[in-house]
T-cell receptor, first 118, second 113 residues
Framework: SQQGEEDPQALSIQEGENATMNCSYK?????LQWYRQNSGRGLVHLILIRSNEREKHSGRLRVTLDTSKKSSSLLITASRAADTASYFCATDPSPRMYSGGGADGLTFGKGTHLIIQP | DGGITQSPKYLFRKEGQNVTLSCEQNLNHDAMYWYRQDPGQGLRLIYYSQIVNDFQKGDIAEGYSVSREKKESFPLTVTSAQKNPTAFYLC????????????FGQGTRLTVV
């Protein structure tokens, strides 16, 4: 079952603007991760935030985590055309399950498709 | 260069055939994973392996099989029992333990013809 749900499903902004994507999840987690996928390619890891962290920065990326609301946000500042991609949140559940659904491994949402207009 | 390699990039299968997708990594990672991605959807876990000669079913294992005879390799076989195999398949690997990121291959697009 998919745990994370990103919002919005699609986002189109002008180059230079900031882009914000949200992720909600259902169960307890060890950490939450954000990945980027260019069309027809594999996923690339962007940032990992642990369950005991509230905010993390990496370059133009800012991630927040609110475990009480089971939600996270990804902010991309000063967007560029090259940021056009799909962005996925992924949760690492706690405790890990070993049978049936929810097996070990990350659980992904359906993604936000971000388009940066030049 | 270190990385994870999937082959082939495109694969066509006839109805009733089994096909095997290759995944090789030279990152010295213990854990390897197979995910399926359908258009406009997220990734769903098919199988994972935390150590050589051991693997576990994920959320959608029916119609698939795997093996883990070597640390570097984790091939996925899509069997004729998989009713809707057309999808984008992604292999990933990671270090053992918590709070580790996954490294993904470039994917194999499988189409049933």
């Amino acid at each position: 079952s998919q745990q994370g749900e990103e919002d919005p499903q699609a986002l189109s902004i002008q180059e230079g603007e900031n882009a914000t994507m949200n992720c909600s999840y259902k169960t307890s987690i060890n950490n939450l991760q954000w990945y980027r996928q260019n069309s027809g390619r594999g996923l690339v890891h962007l940032i990992l935030i642990r369950s005991n962290e509230r905010e993390k920065h990496s370059g133009r990326l800012r991630v927040t985590l609110d475990t009480s609301k089971k939600s996270s946000s990804l902010l991309i500042t000063a967007s560029r055309a090259a940021d056009t991609a799909s962005y996925f949140c992924a949760t690492d559940p706690s405790p890990r399950m070993y049978s049936g659904g929810g097996a070990d491994g990350l659980t992904f949402g359906k993604g936000t498709h971000l388009i940066i207009q030049p | 260069d270190g990385g994870i390699t999937q082959s082939p990039k495109y694969l066509f299968r006839k109805e009733g055939q089994n096909v095997t997708l290759s995944c090789e990594q030279n990152l010295n990672h213990d854990a390897m994973y197979w995910y399926r991605q359908d258009p406009g959807q997220g990734l769903r876990l098919i199988y994972y392996s935390q150590i050589v000669n051991d693997f576990q079913k994920g959320d959608i294992a029916e119609g698939y099989s795997v093996s883990r005879e070597k640390k570097e390799s984790f091939p996925l076989t899509v069997t004729s029992a998989q009713k809707n195999p057309t999808a984008f398949y992604l292999c990933a690997s990671s270090m053992q333990g918590r709070n580790t990121e996954a490294f993904f291959g470039q994917g194999t697009r499988l189409t049933v013809v």
